[in-house]
């Protein structure tokens, strides 16, 4: 650490916190709603535990390497070979590239609702795009000076959403249950559990003590998972799955929009909107600026070994051209590009891959059958959402059928 104080495990805990809470939040009660309340919360609690034990697993690689600039992709390269390092290296870019393109998306569309904007909406885009990028290139001390600043101010707006939205929430939403969309939840849910890019830092800030990491993780993800519950009981309680106006949780579904939108419609109040304005774009724009800067020096990094140039203007657009250009195009993919994120990506890189690592490098059968449990569990995640998206599985809301009273979806 070269003399730097040892942080406190609370103030790692927070940190871990303030990387979870991100785009995937935003979109969880939207994917989830469709389920129903109390099985969404269940599988939660399953998919927090996992993707707790992969960071474990990260973890203990980072102990084990000492190394300041730990370098995942390198890890598994090690220890799987070539086809584990560009597995690593192709899940990665999957992540960094998906989650951009939900962030643009994603704050157009709160941007362009929240404020009933009438221009097209890739005017937004690109005023977003280059608001966020610029800091990201040039701004991104000042924000990392201001995380602390920026966090509070996040968590205040989040709970007078929450505050604001009680009024409006009717238990009886909360015993709608399907399970037929639980599958299609899952992406979105590791999108938000996911913060383990940042776990290296966390190791190093708490001087490589493995219990305090151990405890910063566990804090960090339970206040997460707190946050992650408490918005999902918000939303469905106060949002219809389905009505005859367009601010229910199924037209929020079919629009691929944040669950902040048809909230702001429901409750009509001009402070909600302001907190969830502040809330949302908090929540994407350090998301952006930190995954963005990754991104930057994953692209450095290529540029060089790949094309012998670390030219900063071609590694600019390297890293934000295609997902600008991927969102101008194909606008509305924030719910899609998630499900990517989470379903392949992170699935991948932060479950099946430790996994395998897991059961490499176990010293005892229980170690060995808990590194098979994630190899399962995250496989089945992936194999789910490659069906999706090569149109082998469909398991999406058919409004026609809703509307022919084949699938009931209570309004009331």
Known sequence: MGGQAKAPVLTVAILITGNLVGAGILGLPINTGLAGYVPSLIVMVLVWG??????????DQVLASGEENFDLPSLFGRTLGPAGQWLAVLANLLILYGLLVAYLSGGTSILVNLFNLTGPAWVVTLLF??????????????????????????????????????????????VFTDLVFIPSALPIML???HFHNIIPTACHSLDLDRKAILKALLVGTLIGLGMNALWNLTVM??????DSSQSNILCAFQGGVPATVPLAAIVG???????GLA???????TSYLANGTALLSFCRDMSQSLLGTRNAV????????????????????????????????????FGILPGVLLIRQARSHRARALGLVMVVCFAGILVFELGQEFGLLRIDPDLELWKAGLRMFPGK
Do not use: Q
Request: hydrophobic fraction near 65%; include cysteine.
């Open 314 to 349: 071609l590694v600019a657009a390297l890293a934000f051209g295609p997902p600008l250009a991927v969102t101008l195009f194909y606008p509305n993919l924030f719910l899609r590009a998630l499900d990517m994120v989470g379903g392949v990506g992170i699935s991948l890189l």
């Open 279 to 285: 809330f949302a774009i908090l929540a994407i724009t």
């Open 50 to 59: 996992l993707m707790l034990g992969s960071a474990v697993v990260i973890s």
């Open 129 to 174: 795009f280059a608001f966020s990028t610029i800091m990201t290139l040039f701004g991104v001390v000042i924000v990392r000076k201001g995380n602390a600043v920026l966090m509070v101010v996040m968590w205040l707006a989040f709970l007078g959403l929450v505050a604001l939205a009680l009024p409006e929430m009717k238990p009886g939403r909360l």
């Open 237 to 242: 309680g106060a949002l219809p799955v389905s």
């Open 269 to 275: 109040s001009k402070l909600f909107t302001t907190f």
């Open 191 to 193: 999108c938000a559990f």
